[in-house]
């Protein structure tokens, strides 16, 4: 170990050495023992170019005019496949749907990034051809690493904000929450990883081959092996419906990963191409469907890439994706990701979001979704997911109108009050009400009792809990992300429902007729969404474990020609797609016994039954090749808890980093940005049913709302449970215009306008870090 890494500080050193030291030094390197003979050759390669090749900094300058070059090829590519039409689809359809999926309201930004992690990564490789040094190599070389950031800053800054520390409120976009690295968390950034990434070039190129060097079985065959519930409807015998659905809700808080574009924002179409083309538009990974699917009888399926960025301070490294969502959970799927989209929901006065005066979502014409009948129309939100399926609607309308609703009395309460600091404050306590239902009411129901204790999750009642870490990593784990979080495709049932009060069904239909369809909430003047919501509280979520539904494993977005897709092949090719190092890397990870075998016993795959056993082996070649997805979600479930302790580990991780690497974290005391005592404690109160009693026409309700009803958790009249203490906002008169004087946010940086400044400010920050 001490050789290698002397050998890799003697490479940042010989790049930029004069000639005479630079001959020395590789006369060092040809007296050193090596260690490996991969090693010897790259140390010779280093020693041929230092001894008289290309400098190192022209070779930095080649590979990124290389790079440069290739952009501006594949722009025209995909110009000229606009231009063919070759990849129109029709509005409506399973294509244009998934297309749609991902929120474009800053599609723009997207595209910059993408641009930038693009050149980024296509430099990177054509460095690594010139030099024959490898990424891993160049990464924990600092001088090599310092060379490249001066190269490659002009095509990969993005800007850093500066932050105001007197400002009271989350930023729109989470920027500025760590002051250290205001990046931290912040929308519209890469992805963090927890461990490097694995691509089969070591930067981009998806993994594809079994260890063995055979092919990867092909998604689409996994997932009808391993994941297929066989038209099953085991159902969750304690959870209601309500439990699947916060979790949906609840991801898009943290996460939304967009998805590549073609040229003017077009969809992009991987299937029926020419081998060539499709390897040369670089955003294609179709999914090969195997022979006699028996439903899927086109042998491809479309898969897009996810869209990329470059590394934080442009640190060279392989491919990552972004994230258009704030990391934390604060409420960004109902308020936006940035100022733009603040400003678009809401209304301007009062404090108040948009709403229409039935109380849905506002209009928004450049949604995904389908109208059906007259008055019917897409919704707007803070996360364009919205309506992908009417019970996830439900709740954004619930948590719009519990807005409206605290708003208004805010308002009452302190007439004084701006509508900036109506909204704001409004902002700030559905924040916080939100952190604590996840903490108090769902992530209990998913992880066990040792393992919340262990990573410190539970909640506190009657004092403050200040648990601020500032040198914690907020950011969302491209692995919760692409694998762990998707456990919850598991619960989805193939019926969704109208409920009646007293537990009683109205009627019933398939997933597959529900998606992108708000006419299934506005029906019935409105009372489609109440309908859902009793549905929700009365019936049981789908169990959760190895198996996935067919509403999602085959009919996902069916339109009305047939067509669809298979979630989980796409959550299997998308962590491919990621770079998610294999299940068994995760299991060393998390401090698990990795799997040797496809035994039981000792070293074979002890988390799992013998029936899962059996069908992984039938999939896979060899125990590393499992993909993370489906090594985790066919894992036995923990005792008293929801995924096995695989996913347990990572989800159990990504609460904690949001917990106490939020400075905004609701328990915190911090006099500038958190609640009074008295505040806290009716937050602490404040539960997911009531929030449903007050902004819908149920008026009875079980208190644990993820739970179905029972002799525990008996439906009662809304007004028995306790509403929250608005009161506790009042201001008093001497405290007025002091504690709420307008504090000038902070500056949001301008995207468009990306100067070299950026990146050196942001390099003397972390320098100083
Ligand atoms: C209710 C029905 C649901 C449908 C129809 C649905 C559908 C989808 C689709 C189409 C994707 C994108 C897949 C890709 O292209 O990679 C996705 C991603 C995801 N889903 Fe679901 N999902 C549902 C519920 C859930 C639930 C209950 C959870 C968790 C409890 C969940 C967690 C996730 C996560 C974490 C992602 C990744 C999101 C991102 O990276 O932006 N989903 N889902
Ligand atoms: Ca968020």
């Not at 979704?369 to 009417?390: H, K, L, Q, W």
């Not at 009793?534 to 977005?557: I, P, Q, T």
Request: with cysteine; net charge positive.
């Amino acid at each position: 170990m001490i050789i290698y890494n002397l050998w890799i500080f003697q490479t940042g050193l010989m790049l930029r050495a004069t000639m005479t030291t630079k001959l020395l030094l590789v006369a060092s390197i040809v007296c050193f023992t090596v260690i490996s003979g991969k090693d010897r050759q790259k140390r010779e390669v280093i020693g041929t170019l230092a001894g008289g090749g290309m400098h190192i900094s022209d070779m930095m300058a080649q590979s990124i005019k290389i790079a440069l070059k290739d952009w501006a090829i594949r722009t025209e590519l995909e110009k000229q496949m606009y231009l063919s039409g070759f990849d129109k689809v029709s509005k409506g359809s399973y294509l244009w749907h998934r297309s749609m999926f991902m929120n474009l309201k800053e599609y723009s930004k997207v595209q910059v990034l993408n641009q930038k992690g693009f050149i980024n990564l296509r430099a990177l490789a054509e460095f690594e051809k010139l030099s024959g040094v490898p990424i891993h190599v160049m990464q924990n070389d600092f001088k090599l690493v310092e060379e490249w950031q001066k190269h490659i800053a002009p095509y990969c800054e993005c800007p850093i904000p500066k932050c105001n520390p007197k400002y009271p409120y989350r930023t729109a976009d989470g920027g500025c929450n760590n002051f250290h690295v205001p990046t931290w968390g912040q929308a519209n950034r890469a992805q963090l990883r927890w461990l490097p990434a694995a691509y089969s070039d070591g930067l981009n190129v998806p993994r594809i081959h079994s260890v063995t060097g055979a092919s990867l079985p092909s998604p689409r065959l996994i997932s009808n092996v391993v994941h297929n519930a066989h038209m099953s409807d085991f159902r969750e015998p304690k959870q209601s419906m309500m439990m699947m659905q916060f979790g949906q809700f609840l991801d898009h808080d943290f996460v939304g990963t967009p998805t590549n574009r073609g040229f003017n924002n077009s969809q992009i179409q991987c299937c029926d191409l020419d081998p060539t083309t499709r390897d040369k538009r670089g955003s294609c990974f179709p999914i090969p469907v195997p022979p006699k699917d028996k439903r899927f009888h086109n042998p491809c399926m479309n898969f897009v890439r996810s869209s990329i960025a470059p590394e934080l301070y442009c640190k060279p490294a392989p491919r990552n994706q972004i994230n258009q969502q704030s990391s934390f959970i604060d409420g960004s799927m109902i308020y936006g990701n940035s100022m733009k989209e603040q400003t678009y929901l809401r209304l301007g006065k009062g404090g108040l979001l948009k709403m229409t005066d039935g109380g849905f979502l506002p209009r928004y014409d450049d949604g995904d979704c389908i109208m059906e009948s007259p008055g019917e129309y897409c919704f707007g939100a803070g996360d364009d997911r919205n309506t992908i399926v009417p019970s996830l609607a439900f709740l954004h309308i619930v948590f719009l109108r519990e807005h409206n609703r605290l708003a208004v009395a805010l308002g009452k309460i302190n007439p004084h009050w701006t509508d900036e600091i109506i909204f704001q404050e409004t902002r700030k306590i559905i924040g916080g009400v939100l952190q604590h239902i996840v903490y108090a009411e769902w992530l209990p129901l998913v992880l066990n009792k040792e393992f919340m204790t262990l990573y410190g999750l539970n909640s506190v009642y009657g004092k403050y809990n200040t648990v601020y870490n500032e040198k914690l990593d907020p950011t969302t784990a491209n692995v919760m992300a692409g694998a762990a979080f998707r456990f919850g495709h598991s619960m989805i049932p193939n019926f969704l429902g109208y409920g009646a009060p007293g537990g009683n069904k109205i009627a019933e239909f398939p997933i597959y007729k529900t998606y992108n369809r708000p006419g299934v909430l506005m029906s019935h003047g409105g009372k489609g969404n109440d309908w859902i919501g009793e549905w929700m509280l009365d019936d049981s979520h789908a169990k959760s474990d190895r198996c996935v539904n067919d509403g999602v494993r085959n009919y996902l977005f069916m339109d009305h020609h047939g067509k669809s897709f298979d979630l989980v092949a796409v959550n299997i090719q998308r962590g491919r797609d990621h770079g998610l190092p294999p299940y068994n890397a995760w299991r060393k990870w998390c401090g698990l016994p990795p799997v040797i075998h496809f035994g039981h016993g000792p070293g074979g795959l002890v988390d799992h039954d013998k029936e899962s056993i059996i069908r992984l082996s039938k999939s896979y070649k060899h125990v590393d090749d499992i993909d993370l997805y489906t090594g985790g979600l066919s894992e036995r479930r923990v005792k008293g808890g929801l995924t096995g302790p695989t996913f347990q580990c990572l989800i159990g991780k990504s609460f904690a980093n949001w917990k106490f690497g939020d400075r905004f974290w609701y328990e915190n005391d911090f006099k500038l940005t958190g609640f009074s005592p008295r505040q806290l404690e009716t937050i602490r109160h404040h539960k997911i049913s009531k929030i449903i009693c007050e902004n819908t026409k149920i008026d009875h309700i079980q208190p644990d709302s993820f739970l179905l009803p029972s002799e525990h958790n008996h439906k009662i009249p809304c007004h028995a449970l306790p509403d929250i203490d608005l009161l506790a906002w009042a201001e008093p008169s001497e405290l007025r215009t002091n504690v709420f004087f307008p504090v000038p946010a902070n500056p949001v940086p301008i995207w468009s306008n990306l100067g070299p400044g950026h990146f050196q400010e942001a390099y003397k920050h972390i320098a100083a870090y």
